[in-house]
T-cell receptor, first 113, second 113 residues
Framework: EDKVVQSPLSLVVHEGDTVTLNCSYE??????LLWYKQEKKAPTFLFML????IEKKSGRLSSILDKKELFSILNITATQTGDSAIYLC?????????????FGKGTKLSVIP | DAGVIQSPRHEVTEMGQEVTLRCKPI?????LFWYRQTMMRGLELLIY????????DSGMPEDRFSAKMPNASFSTLKIQPSEPRDSAVYFC???????????FGNGTRLTVT
């Protein structure tokens, strides 16, 4: 079963709106949770959240990690058309004797003028 | 820093042909990952290497897929024989450590007809 579940699968908003993207997970031996933005090519790194860093902020983007409830959210305020992309959540954990990294299926965000 | 470099950018081949995808990781990165991305399944980890040694290849779909990393600056992913269901974007990524963020190449879009 999927270890990382993102919601919603897609979202359409108007410029200036605030959006919240969700990522829930279910693993033992959690190590970190990462957010990526994917436009037309490669995913680009946004944030990494760990037990020692459960809240991150960069400009209009911010993210928190709730290790007790096993979820993370990515907030984007005052959205712009350039925020249109697929946002991916990834989880790293220790499993089967090795380091594991699993991605969710992503949330497709469309920001319209 | 040139980033992760993948070649070719696009590959179109006929079913049954051998396909070789290439990757040059970022210098100094000890981890190299091969991912496959499709609309249906999202980003799937195929295999990853640490210090040129394959650590986890449980994501490799079947024996038609093989990957090598002969040195710290080069890796290949080979599909032989290729099938139409192998059509996808194949990403290579590298990281300095775990659970450090992955840096992705721009991917190879493979089409098997």
């Amino acid at each position: 079963e999927d270890k990382v579940v993102q919601s919603p699968l897609s979202l359409v908003v108007h410029e200036g709106d605030t959006v919240t993207l969700n990522c829930s997970y279910e693993v033992t031996n959690f190590r970190s949770l990462l957010w990526y933005k994917q436009e037309k090519k490669a995913p680009t790194f946004l944030f990494m959240l760990t037990s020692s860093g459960i809240e991150k902020k960069s400009g209009r983007l911010s993210s928190i990690l709730d290790k007790k409830e096993l979820f993370s959210i990515l907030n984007i305020t005052a959205t712009q058309t350039g925020d249109s992309a697929i946002y991916l959540c990834a989880l790293t954990y220790s499993g089967a004797g090795s380091y594991q990294l699993t991605f969710g299926k992503g949330t497709k965000l469309s920001v319209i003028p | 820093d040139a980033g992760v470099i993948q070649s070719p950018r696009h590959e179109v081949t006929e079913m049954g042909q051998e396909v070789t995808l290439r990757c040059k990781p970022i210098s100094g990165h000890d981890y190299l990952f091969w991912y496959r991305q499709t609309m249906m399944r999202g980003l799937e980890l195929l295999i990853y290497f640490n210090n040129n040694v394959p650590i986890d290849d449980s994501g490799m779909p079947e024996d038609r897929f093989s990957a090598k990393m002969p040195n710290a600056s080069f890796s290949t992913l080979k599909i032989q024989p290729s099938e139409p269901r192998d059509s996808a974007v194949y990403f290579c990524a590298s990281s300095f450590d775990t659970p450090s963020p992955l840096h992705f190449g721009n991917g190879t879009r493979l089409t098997v007809t």
